[in-house]
């Protein structure tokens, strides 16, 4: 079962959430795909951690092979080619290691070498396995990233939670596209339904399952999130109290389910929604 947590904006309590499913599956493996700004290992605390390289391929030249036809400047639709004064300039800061300069030389002239643009990091925190992606300031993209850290999909007998960049960028996409299942995180403010449908046009898009666990809910308070849920038919999964404590927990970097009794119930009980969700979704897809 591969699981996506995602939501409009940061802050929502999608790191919340993905983290203390993870912890109250019997085996799980969480992947934190927020590559710009991981925080789930905070959490985890994982010990034995190995770390590998990710590498792109970005252009070199051969001035002396180059006989400035411009072809390849032409192509770059992101500008990271300029032929000045009769010679190629790669910005490879901008490069997005697309490949399509050095196929479109006709002189040979462009070949690649290899760019690192960040890590992957695994490790161990009990019955979990974390992965992290960390892209390097300054990169133009985490898809590369992203790409590495879902081959991991997950052994046998694991759940696996993907912690997804905020927003509904390409980034998302590519955390979300082989997901059996989509949650949809919200906070109860009239903000918050904005956000919440950036993502559920998405989920909608790519024919993904999904439902919405609301978060930060106050008793007898009017919940924007809820009536637009109820609106639009999308199952409300449940929801997360605004609760002092609770949130004391969470910014200590604390998984809160492996704390207090009552929390572990809580999210056992959300992941148990999610399971029925996801059995449902298989048995009417077969």
């Known amino acids: 079962m591969k699981i996506a947590v995602l939501s409009g904006k940061g802050g929502t309590g999608k790191t919340l959430l993905s983290v203390n499913l993870a912890a109250v599956s019997p085996e799980s493996l969480y992947i934190d795909c927020d590559v710009e700004e991981p925080n789930g290992h905070l959490f985890f605390k994982p010990q034995d951690i190995k770390t590998e390289k990710v590498n792109v391929k970005i252009p070199q030249v051969d001035q002396e092979l180059c006989n400035g036809c411009r072809v390849c400047v032409d192509f770059c639709r992101f500008n990271a080619l300029v032929y000045v004064i009769d010679k190629l300039i790669v910005f490879n800061e901008i490069c997005?290691?697309?490949g399509g300069c050095r196929l479109l030389c006709r002189k040979k002239a462009i070949s690649e070498i290899d760019k690192e643009i960040g890590v992957v990091q695994s490790g161990k925190s009990e019955n979990v396995r974390v992965l992290t992606g960390i892209l390097k300031p300054g990169e133009p993209s985490g898809v590369p990233i992203i790409k590495k850290l879902l081959q991991d999909e997950g052994q046998e007998n694991e759940d696996v939670f993907i912690d997804c960049p905020p927003g509904s960028a390409c980034v998302v996409m590519e955390s979300i596209k082989d997901a059996d299942y989509c949650i949809l995180v919200a906070e109860p403010t009239i903000f918050?339904?904005?956000?919440?449908?950036?993502?559920?046009?998405?989920?909608r898009i790519f024919h993904i399952p999904y439902g919405v666990?609301?978060?930060?809910?106050?008793?007898?308070?009017?919940n924007p999130a809820e009536d637009y849920c109820l609106k639009n038919n999308i199952p409300i999964l449940g929801k997360i109290p605004f609760d002092i404590e609770l949130g004391r927990l969470n910014s200590n970097g604390e998984i809160v389910a492996r704390k207090q009794a009552k929390y572990r119930e809580l999210f056992q009980n959300l992941l148990n929604k999610v399971k029925k969700e996801v059995q449902h979704e298989?048995?009417?897809n077969t």
């Open 96 to 98: 997005h290691s697309c």
């Open 282 to 284: 298989t048995a009417s």
């Open 213 to 222: 666990v609301l978060n930060k809910c106050l008793e007898e308070e009017e």
């Open 192 to 203: 918050g339904v904005h956000n919440l449908d950036m993502v559920y046009e998405l989920v």
